[in-house]
């Protein structure tokens, strides 16, 4: 999708996950790993997207740094993570999540960066709600079993259209609650 716009490069440590990342893309999919161990000539990027990457990483905070030295001057970096640490549960733990994110740590780290953020803020809001309630019900009834198995087609529909109907409204504002957190950065 993004290839419409320019060069379209990318990185990931794991070999397996590379390689299906490449057949699925048709993109390059180099060996890589943050912060310190990024491809040569993976530098001088208009925008660099890190989706649900930064709270697998041990320091958060080094490698916006790393990725915001790849973007030109006035690049941009898109990051989303899952928000409120309050919310941590077993699926944290199944897909080895570090962190969670509040609002202000997202911003701090973004700063730290030398990025100046032009948007943030959360999505995933049709879904808060419901799954506020299991991480409660979870938490009180000793549950928290496998939350990662794939819902019927009818259910995983509804899901999709739910999620994708929220872009609109991030067209227009920031959404002042949700499961995860946006944030579209500018380097200096």
């Not at 990931?12 to 180099?30: F, M």
């Not at 958060?60 to 549960?89: C, E, K, N, Q």
């Not at 897909?95 to 969670?100: A, E, L, N, S, V």
């Amino acid at each position: 999708m993004l290839a419409q716009f320019g060069r379209v490069q990318a990185f990931e440590p794991d070999a397996t996950a590379r390689e299906l990342a490449a057949q699925k893309s048709g993109a390059e999919i180099l060996p890589g790993y943050l912060p310190d161990d990024l491809p040569a000539h993976f530098d001088n990027f208009d925008l660099i997207a890190a989706l649900d990457v930064l709270e697998h990483v041990e320091d958060d905070f080094a490698s916006m740094r790393a990725l915001s030295r790849r973007l030109r001057p006035g690049g941009h970096l898109f990051v989303t993570v899952p928000a409120y640490p309050s919310l941590w549960s077993r699926h944290d733990d199944l897909h080895h999540h570090k962190r969670r994110y509040r609002k202000a740590r997202l911003r701090e780290g973004l700063g730290t960066a030398g990025l100046t953020p032009r948007f943030v803020s959360f999505f995933n809001t049709l879904l808060f709600p419901a799954i506020l309630a299991k991480r409660l019900f979870d938490r009180v009834s000793g549950g928290g079993g496998d939350d990662d198995r794939m819902p019927s087609a009818l259910v995983n529909e509804t899901l999709h259209r739910l999620f994708a109907a929220e872009q609109h409204a991030l067209d227009r504002c920031a959404l002042p609650f949700g499961l995860s957190l946006v944030a579209i950065a500018q380097r200096h």
